[in-house]
């Protein structure tokens, strides 16, 4: 006879209500995770991980003037090595990758400018600054096109009454990376503030309202307080920009005109990929070009893993 009765009693009841052989607790939940999880699952092999297989494969091929392709190793390869023009493209996208990083501190300025207390008008301010985001490229590209115009456009027009001479910023090698930088910097600033006010939001007031009491001005409030605790959201913001600068073309497509002598200074690779999948019929170097942008692109996410340990701090 037990000491204790109704432990007994319950280790009894535990017993008859043990699963039957053979089955697995959780099995009926396991399977319908699964079928939640299906659509995405079916959705990233067809449209992502089936072309990285294709492309990859298509890197090792040559491809017929009337369809059709031959396997011809690792030449393509050599070919986007060897390429000057490559590695012009390449230099010319890390800098527009450079340039757009820069969205991210006007952003969180402008976020930590917008949540003060008391201030009317948020969201207003907040649309006008995401308007230009989802504004179709074509229609950026072709205004700025019109405000950068040497001759009539709005720019040097302004400048002009500075005293600045005219200048072709989109035909000039020297300014056309740059023209075209701000451009980005201007388009993507909205979706950057976006997403650090809603950081900036979830940082509890008692930080703040216990840094007042203290004396701690806005500086200091913004330096001590939202900077530090904003770190993982800048830490997602500066990997998407960086990946996306990295694929720019549709901007750089608009703007630069086909007989603009600034053409190949402005150039980005997946510009390059286009000319040569698509005008020269070179898909299999242009597939080689494409699966070497991947890996850049692979390798660079992975150090701004490795760095983000020194300086983001999750609660």
């Not at 089955?23 to 079928?35: H, N």
């Not at 950026?140 to 456009?153: A, T």
């Not at 900077?227 to 608009?254: R, W």
């Amino acid at each position: 006879m037990s000491v204790f009765p109704a432990t007994a009693a319950a280790k009894s009841a535990g017993r008859s209500r043990a699963p039957a052989s053979g089955a697995r607790p959780g099995s009926r939940d396991q399977r319908v995770a699964y079928w939640f999880i299906a659509p995405l699952g079916i959705g990233f092999a067809v449209f992502y991980f089936w072309p990285l297989l294709q492309t990859f494969y298509f890197s090792f091929t040559e491809f017929g003037a009337f369809g059709g392709h031959t396997f011809i190793g690792t030449d393509n390869y050599a070919r986007v090595v060897k390429d000057v023009t490559v590695w012009q493209a390449l230099g010319n996208t890390l800098i527009y990758s450079a340039i757009g990083l820069t969205a991210l501190p006007v952003a969180i300025v402008v976020a930590a400018l917008l949540n003060r207390r008391g201030l009317r008008g948020v969201p207003v301010y907040r649309a006008l600054y995401f308007v230009p985001f989802v504004t179709l490229p074509v229609a950026v590209g072709l205004v700025w096109n019109w405000l950068y115009n040497g001759d009539y456009g709005l720019v040097n027009e302004m400048l002009g009454h500075l005293g600045a001479d005219r200048t072709y910023w989109i035909s000039d090698p020297s300014t056309a990376v740059y023209a075209i930088g701000t451009v980005m910097v201007w388009s993507t600033t909205g979706y950057y503030l976006v997403i650090f006010m809603a950081g900036i939001k979830g940082i509890p007031r008692d930080y703040y309202e216990a840094a007042e009491l203290d004396g701690a001005g806005a500086l200091r409030r913004f330096f001590s307080i939202t900077l530090p605790l904003l770190g993982p959201t800048l830490f997602f913001a500066s990997v998407i920009c960086m990946i996306n600068s990295l694929q720019t073309f549709d901007l750089i497509y608009i703007m630069m005109a086909e007989k603009n002598p600034a053409i190949g200074d402005t150039q980005s690779v997946v510009g390059l990929f286009y000319k040569w999948a698509f005008i020269e019929n070179a898909q299999g170097a242009a597939a080689a070009l494409a699966f070497l942008l991947m890996l850049v692109i692979a390798a660079l996410t992975y150090l701004q893993f490795r760095i983000q340990r020194r300086w983001v701090h999750h609660a």
